[in-house]
């Protein structure tokens, strides 16, 4: 009966140990991902915050001009009726306004 209680705690022994080695290994395996989780948070975030910087240059550079192509004329004249208009578009009108620079859609 001794011996049985002896071998059922080694049994229990070896049981524990086993899940203590495994709940190590689970923890190494956690700091790790925890580690490269941050390392790429960290790496997406300059990622991120250098992709806004770009495109809050660009809008300021395109800023003065959309303003120029979305505000409208006050002179009436800007837009000239008949056949002045006629040939004012045909000698290249839009191809020099600063508005065909400008993306579409």
Do not use: H
């Not at 956690?30 to 990622?47: G, N, P, S, Y």
């Not at 003065?64 to 208009?85: I, Y």
Request: include cysteine; charged fraction near 35%; hydrophobic fraction near 35%.
């Amino acid at each position: 009966m001794q011996e049985e209680f002896a071998r059922e705690q080694e049994n229990a022994r070896q049981v524990a140990e086993g899940y203590a080695a495994k709940v190590a290994a689970l923890e190494l395996d956690i700091r790790d991902k925890t580690r490269w989780a941050l390392d790429t948070e960290t790496r997406l975030t300059a990622v991120i915050r250098d992709q806004a910087e770009r495109l809050s240059v660009a809008v300021a550079d395109l800023a003065p001009r959309w303003r120029r192509c979305t505000t409208p004329k006050r002179n009436s004249r800007s837009a000239p009726r008949g056949r002045s208009a006629y040939r004012t578009r045909r000698a290249g009108w839009k191809s020099r306004s600063p508005c065909s620079a400008l993306p579409v859609g």
